[in-house]
């Protein structure tokens, strides 16, 4: 479970509804089904109409990644990289071979088979810097729809607050139905707005994040596994990737 964003949401959400109570109001007056209703079918349905399939799959299977914890593995790729360059060293590059199966990372091993079966590191790092542009353009397109529904939410809580507005402005007449127009029309507009701006927006920020950090995790690899063909030393290879991690990775 990753707790900056539940608390984020606890403390957020959770501000706004206190607030609220400090001026003397009462949560049922931001419980309106109609305004949520508006606001969040309306923005549900402009992000599907501005993205494709493939990236409202995407981006629905990234948002359950951004609430659980990424735990970091590249101490652990690092280990496993120089522990490749050692063998290498010490016997050959097609001594690996027989290992390769017991590589836990699938870049680290096909970059490895390449290079085994005599492929050029030029041409390597051609195929898997390709790979992982075309990774990382893919997954950013399904993050996207979360930083398009925080642009597309505050918009839709005006057509809300209109639509609430033309309500009382048509029953000016009848008293008892003014209260209600009225909730609804400021309600919806608190909604669009909160959840652009605590939910959405955030959201996609963390998740292009978490994105820019596997492709650092994967360009490491990458580096990692050309570079144990050229017979480097493992201890000057292990200091080369030892870049790659950020000062919270080197103390954990």
Not at 23 to 46: D, K, R
Not at 155 to 176: E, F
Not at 189 to 202: C, D
Not at 213 to 226: D, F, K
Request: glycine share 10%; hydrophobic share 45%.
């Amino acid at each position: 479970m990753d707790k900056a964003t539940w608390f984020g949401l606890i403390v957020g959400f959770g501000g706004i509804a206190f607030g609220n109570l400090l001026e003397g109001g009462h949560i049922s007056s931001l419980m309106q089904m109609t305004a949520f209703i508006i606001v969040i079918c309306g923005t549900m349905g402009a992000v599907m109409v501005s993205s494709s399939e493939k990236d409202l799959r995407t981006g629905t299977r990234l948002a359950q990644s951004a609430f659980n914890k990424k735990e970091s593995h590249l101490k652990n790729r690092i280990h496993e990289i120089v522990e490749c360059c050692r063998i290498s060293k010490k016997e050959s590059l097609l001594a690996l071979e027989p290992r390769l199966g017991s590589i836990s990372d699938p870049m680290l091993k096909g970059i490895l088979r390449n290079l085994i079966d005599g492929v050029h590191a030029d041409v390597v790092r051609d195929i898997f810097e390709t790979k992982i542009q075309t990774e990382e353009e893919d997954l950013l397109a399904g993050a996207r729809i979360w930083t398009d529904a925080g642009g597309f939410a505050p918009t839709i809580g005006i057509i809300g607050a209109v639509l609430g507005l033309i309500h009382v402005m048509g029953n000016l007449s009848d008293t008892s139905k003014l209260g209600g127009g009225i909730a609804v029309a400021f309600v919806a507009t608190v909604y669009g707005v909160s959840t652009a701006n605590l939910l959405f927006l955030p959201l996609g920020n963390k998740l292009k994040r978490n994105i820019l950090s596997a492709s650092r995790e994967n360009q490491m690899i990458l580096e990692g596994g050309l570079l144990i063909a050229t017979e480097m030393s493992p201890i000057v290879l292990e200091q080369k990737l030892q870049a790659f991690l950020s000062s919270e990775e080197k103390s954990a």
